[in-house]
């Protein structure tokens, strides 16, 4: 079976610093590893995906991941946070080698910037 | 349209009643989730349908809950005599075919069982 652990509900910094939102896994196999944001009243949008290759993912808005096998770990960083990115964030797994199987989120993390 | 279209937005209904939420994915979209959101439980999985193949229901918390996706587009989710505990959002994506796809989520539906 595949799970997300995101080990922190909240996670508060102060605008200018970088942040980190931390991210384990687990699959059987190798994973397919997203995150994904959920702004205040806006649906959830998609930030970044590891595949395979580079370890280190960049995305939108400034964000990157670094994909750790032998962690399993995922954590997602920007070097600078912004007031604007205070918003739900979600991590998400699926088993590169388990088949049809759903796409299975963590339980979320809250991002809090600081002015 | 451009995107997952979810209707209604919200809707509260009294316990006992049966609901239906439904979800228009992008156009061409082969595979369809529903997720339910609560409070402090992040994204639960619910039902998953992947083209003419079978759907992975292993996510349903009942047999109170149910779903269909009729011509592999449009997906109905039903919920039969509602509870309390139902109360949540209820969300749909869709993806293009392929495991790696990231998924379009829509706005949701906000149900409240009173």
């Known amino acids: 079976a595949q799970s997300v652990a995101q080990p922190e509900d909240q996670v508060n910094v102060a605008e200018g610093n970088p942040l980190t939102v931390k991210c384990t896994y687990s699959v059987s196999g190798n994973p397919y590893l997203f995150w994904y944001v959920q702004y205040p009243n806006r649906g959830l949008q998609f930030l970044l995906k590891?595949?395979?290759?580079?370890?280190l993912v960049k995305g939108s808005y400034g964000f990157e991941a670094e994909f750790n096998k032998s962690q399993t770990s995922f954590h997602l960083k920007k070097p600078s946070a912004l007031v604007s990115d205070s918003a739900l964030y979600f991590c998400a797994v699926r088993d590169k080698t388990a088949g049809n199987t759903p796409l299975v989120f963590g339980k979320g993390t809250r991002l809090s910037v600081i002015a | 349209g451009a995107g997952v279209s979810q209707s209604p937005s919200n809707k509260v209904t009294e316990k006992g009643k049966d609901v239906e939420l439904r979800c228009d994915p992008i156009s061409g979209h082969t595979a369809l989730y529903w997720y339910r959101q609560s409070l402090g439980q992040g994204l639960e999985f619910l039902i998953y349908?992947?083209?003419?193949?079978?759907?992975?229901k292993s996510g349903l918390p009942s047999d109170r809950f149910s779903a269909e996706r009729t011509g592999g587009s449009v997906s109905t989710l039903t919920i039969q005599r509602t509870q309390q505990e139902d109360s949540a959002v209820y969300l749909c994506?869709?993806?293009?075919?392929?495991?790696?796809?990231?998924?379009?989520f829509g706005s949701g539906t906000q149900l409240s069982v009173l």
């Open positions: 994506a869709s993806s293009t075919q392929g495991f790696n796809e990231k998924l379009f």
């Open positions: 590891y595949i395979t290759g580079d370890n």
């Open positions: 349908f992947q083209g003419n193949s079978a759907p992975d």
